[in-house]
């Protein structure tokens, strides 16, 4: 189970947009991520990988964590709000739910579920 100030870095680290770097920080080294019902990806350095490579095809994002935070014992679960701005301009506004299972201090699951529509831009 993570402590309240590790999920509070955790969180903090993600609304500074530094994804890859929480990944990094706060996964364990054969983490997994599932995207609603796709196939989790699985190993840290694969999510480093994706993360980098999906942040890549932004110039910019902000990241907002809307509370509150629910735990129950390993298991978390966070609302979270991205809004990505494209390289031509585009924007798309992303919410999801995010359920993660912690080992200790550093996250061992997560699923992600969210309407893939929104990831339609809207031009500017």
């Not at 609304?15 to 080294?29: Q, R």
């Not at 095809?57 to 935070?69: F, G, I, K, M, N």
């Not at 992303?94 to 529509?117: C, N, S, T, V």
Request: hydrophobic residues 40%; glycine residues 4%; negative net charge.
């Amino acid at each position: 189970m993570p402590s309240a100030a590790t999920l509070e870095s955790f969180i903090a680290r993600v609304e500074s947009n530094a994804h890859v770097e929480a990944i990094e920080e706060f996964y364990t080294e054969d983490a997994s991520m599932q995207e609603n019902n796709e196939p989790p990806r699985v190993g840290r350095d694969k999510l480093v990988a994706n993360e980098a490579r999906a942040l890549s095809l932004a110039a910019s994002v902000t990241s907002q964590c809307v509370r509150p935070v629910f735990v129950n014992g390993d298991h978390v679960v966070i609302r979270w709000i991205f809004e990505f701005t494209g390289h031509d301009g585009s924007k798309r506004r992303i919410e999801e739910l995010a359920y993660q299972r912690w080992e200790g201090e550093r996250i061992r699951e997560e699923k992600f579920f969210y309407d893939p529509k929104q990831f339609v831009p809207v031009q500017p």
